[in-house]
C-alpha cells in the first residue's frame, strides 16, 4: 500500500517506435451519431411522466433515513415519520427539474480526461459492481484488490472506456478499510474520473478526503465541480435506503455527482411491462434527483434507468432481451423529457464469453446508444448478470465499444473520397491495392481491431486454431505487462498515504446500512 | 431423391401440446422500426449519385455477353465490341428507375410465406454460399446435398428467415445436377420462396420448370408474379461477366426477381474510402438494373450493396467493422435517393462461432437494420467471410434475428400496461411476481429465448455448463429430428420428379462461365 516513488517519477510513456500505431484514434469526447429512436408515442410518453408524478403524489416513496425525510418535509412534501412514506407532491419536483443541472462537467486527474454529460455525448463504462472476477488462467474466484487494481489498469489503457467503476468487489479487503484500498487504486493507477460508494457518511469523506489530498485542491476547489461521482440505487418498488439516502445528501452536499439508477426489473420489482416498469423508474429517479436538488439547487445529479425482465419460469434476471433494449429506447425517451444527461446499460446473463454472452451484451449497448444515453455502463466485461466481471469478455466487448466510438467520427465524403480518379485509374476486373488513393490512405482508412483475427482459417489454424477468448486472455496479460500508471506528485501522494494510515490506525470506516 | 409419400400426406403438424409455445408470435409481415441513420449528408449522397452516373457515362462497364451489350446497345449506350466496353448515359439510367417497380409482391408456396420488398419492410436470411459447413459433431468439411437440405430443413423451421436461399453448396453432386438437387429440395422441404443460381441459361430455364411443375403454374401464372429469385454479382470493379448477365436477361425477361449485390471490398475492388467504394458499388447496381429494364421494363429487381473493408496488413477480408456498417448505412441512403427495395449484409470474419463471430454479425446486422435494408443477407450462419456455415452459428445469429423481430413489435402503452393500479398494490420493497397486472401477462410478456440459457452460475454447472455453442448444436439436432416438411400435392411431386429423370438422363446442364 506504499507509493513506488519510481512509477511515481515516470511519465506515461507513449508506445515505443516498434509499436508505434499506425492510426490515431481519439475516443474521449465522443457524440452519438444516432438518431434517437423513440418506442412510444409522445403522448404515452406525456402519460408515464403523468403517472410518475401520482405514484410519488399519491403513493409515496418510502425512505428510510430519518434526515432525508426532513429534506423532502422541509420542501413541502407530506412525511409520515411513523411508515417512514414521503408523499412528493409535483411541483416540487417540477422545482427540482429546473435546477438540476442540463450539462455537468466533471473534473478529471488531468484536463484530458475531463469529461462533460449532457444529452447528446456519449461516455463508456465497463461492467462495475461485481463480486467475482473470471478469466482463463486463473478460473473464476472471489474478487481481490489485485484484480480490482488490474481491471483498474486496464480500464486506464483503454480510451474508450471514460470513467473508472468500481468493476469488481475486492473481498479479502475488509469492509471498513475497502474504500481507502479502491480510492487509492483509482488515484494512483489512472488519472480518470473517479468512483466512491455510498455507504455511509464516513466512508464517503474519507473519500472526498483522499481525492482532495491528493489532487492537491482546496475544500472549495473540491466542492466547485464534481472531482467524482456515486451511483445510487433505489430499492425497488419505490424505496429508498439508509445509505443510498445518505449518499444523495452528501454527494450534493458536497457538488459531487450522484448517477441516480433505479434497476426496475420487469416482473420482480418492477410491473411486468414496459411501459409500467419504466413508470416506476421513472418515479423513483424522479424521487432521488428531487431530494439532491433540496439538499442544494443546481447539485450535479443524472437521470438513470436500469430495466431488464426476468425469465418468467425461474424468476433469474435477464439482459440483451428486446424487452431491455424496448426499456432502454423508453428511458431516454423520459430522459430527453427532462433534458438531463442520463445513465443507461447493457447486459448479459451468460455464464461464459460465448456467443450468448457477446449477443446479450451488444445487443443491450445498441439499445442504450440508440436511446441517446450519456452514460452506458456495463459495455465490457460483465457476465452472469452483474456477479461476475470477466477480463476476456472485457477485451471483445471493448472492440464493440471501440466499433461504437468509430461510428461516432465522421465518414469522409469529400470529391476526394468519392474517388473517380481512382475509379478511372483501375481497370475492369482490377484491383485498387496499388492506387495512388489507396496507397495514399490505406495506413489511417480502416479501424484496427483490439482482438478480432481475421485471418483464413488454414492460417488461423496454423497459429493454434486460438478462439476469441484465448486471444483476449494473452491481450490481457500482455497489457498488463505493459501498462504503466500515469505521473503523480510525490507528496500528495506521501499525504495520501498518510492518511489512509491513520484513519486504518483509527479503525477505518464500517459501511453504514 | 423420391418423393417420400408419406411425407407428403401429412399437414405441417402444430407443435403437440406438451410442446404448446405460450407465447404466439408473428415474424413473418416485418416492418422496420428504425429512423434511418444516415453518415453523409444529403448533398454527398447526391454527389455519389452523380459521380456514379459519371462512372457509367465516361469509363463504362466491361460487359461480358455479347447479347447484353446488344441491350445496352439498342438501349442507346455507347458499346465497343472490341473491348467490350458500354458506356451507359444518364438518360438510359433514368429510364431505368422509373420503370423499375417500388414494391415487389413475391410468391411463395403458400400465400402465408408471400412477401413484399419495399421500402420499410424487413427480410431476414440466413448466410448463404459457402462451400463448407461446420458443426460441433461432424466437424468442419465440404459441404453436401444433405448438409444442404439440413440447412433447408432448418431455414422452414424459423419464421424470422423469410426466403430460402443457397446457404451451403452441395459438393458431393455434380455440377451439371447439382441445381436440381438443391432446387428439388427448396421445393419438396419448404413453402418459402426459392433461390436459383444465374448459372446459364439451361440451368435457369431448368429452375423454371421446376417451379411451374412443382407449383402447378401455367407459362402465363409464372411469368405473372415473382416466384423465384437469383442474386447477381458484378466483377467489381466495372465488371459484368457471362452467367450474371444472362441471369439478368433470363429472370427480367420471366418477370423473376434479380437482386443486384456488386461486392465493393474497400482497399481490395473498391476504392479504400466508403464513400468511394460505395460511388463504384452504385455505378455497378445501376448498370445490371438498367440492363433488366431496357429487356423487361417493369421486372422486379432489387438494388443491393455489400461493402466492407479488408485488412490492409494482408488483404483479407473485414466484416462486421464500423467500415461495414458506414457503408451499410451510406447504402441504405442511395437506396432511398432510388426508392428502390434493397438487400443489405451482416458478415462476419472468425473462424469459429465464438464472441469475435457474434459481435461481427450483429455490429453488421445492426448497420444493415439502421440503414432500412429491405432484405438482411448473411444474418445467421455465415463464418470465415463466407466460406463456411456453421450450424451453432445459424442458431445463435437467430437468437439476434428474433430480438430485431421483436423489436419490430409495438411496446404496448395503453394506461393499463403503464399500471397505475399495479404500482398501487405493490407495497414499497414487495415484488410483483403475485400482482394481478403480472399474472394476467407473464405468459407472454418476453421473448422465450432460442438459445440463451439464464439460469444461474451454479445451476449451469450442475447441468453441464454448456457454452452457447454446445446448447445450439443439441438444438440443431432437435430440430431436425422433429421437423416435418409442409405438405404438397403428390403428382406434381411426380411431375417435377419425371422432370428431374428426363434432364438428369439427358446429361444435366453444365454451369455456363
Redesign the interface.
Known sequence: MTVDGKRGRRRRPRESGARQPIREVDYHNLRN???P?P???ED?VE??HD?AL??LE??G??VLLPAAREHYRRGGALVEDDTA?VRIGRDLVESALASAPRSIALRAGARERDLTLELGALVIQSGAGAPHVTDLRRG?RPASLADYEELTRLTQRFDVLQMLNPLVEPQDIAPPFRHYAVTRAQLTLSDKFPFLFARGTPQVHDGFEMIRAFRGLSEEDFVGAPHCYTIVNT?S???LDVPMARGLIDFARAGQLSIVTPFCL???????????AL??SH?EALAAITLTQLVNPGAPVCYGAFSS?V??R?????F????Q??ANL?AGQLARKLGLPWRCAAGC????????????T??SA?GAV?AGATVLIHGAGWI??G??VSY??LI?DL??MQ?FA??CAE?????A????E???E????????A?A??ME???S???E?L???????GT??ERG?R???VR?SALCEDLLADAEAPAFDEERAAALDAFVARRTAEGGAPPES
Open positions: 451519431p444516432f438518431v429512436t418506442v412510444f408515442s404515452r402519460s408515464i403517472t401520482r405514484v399519491e403513493l416513496m418510502k412514506m473464476r430499492n418498488p419505490r424505496q420487469m416482473g420482480a420489482m418492477a410491473p411486468v411491462t414496459v411501459a409500467g413508470t416506476l418515479a425482465n425469465d418468467m425461474s424468476g433469474a434476471p435477464a440483451g432481451t428486446p424487452e433494449v424496448k423508453g446473463a451468460a455464464n461464459v464469453n460465448d456467443a450468448q454472452a457477446a449477443n446479450e451488444q445487443m445498441w440508440l452472469e448478470g456477479l461476475t476476456e469478455k471483445t472492440e464493440v466499433c468509430e461510428l465518414t469522409p465524403a469529400a470529391d473520397d468519392i474517388a473517380f481512382a475509379l478511372a483501375v481497370p475492369p476486373g482490377g484491383h485498387f491495392f492506387a488513393h489507396t490512405r490505406y495506413r482508412a480502416f479501424y481491431p482482438v478480432a483475427d481475421w485471418s483464413n482459417f488461423w489454424t486454431a478462439d476469441a477468448n483476449a
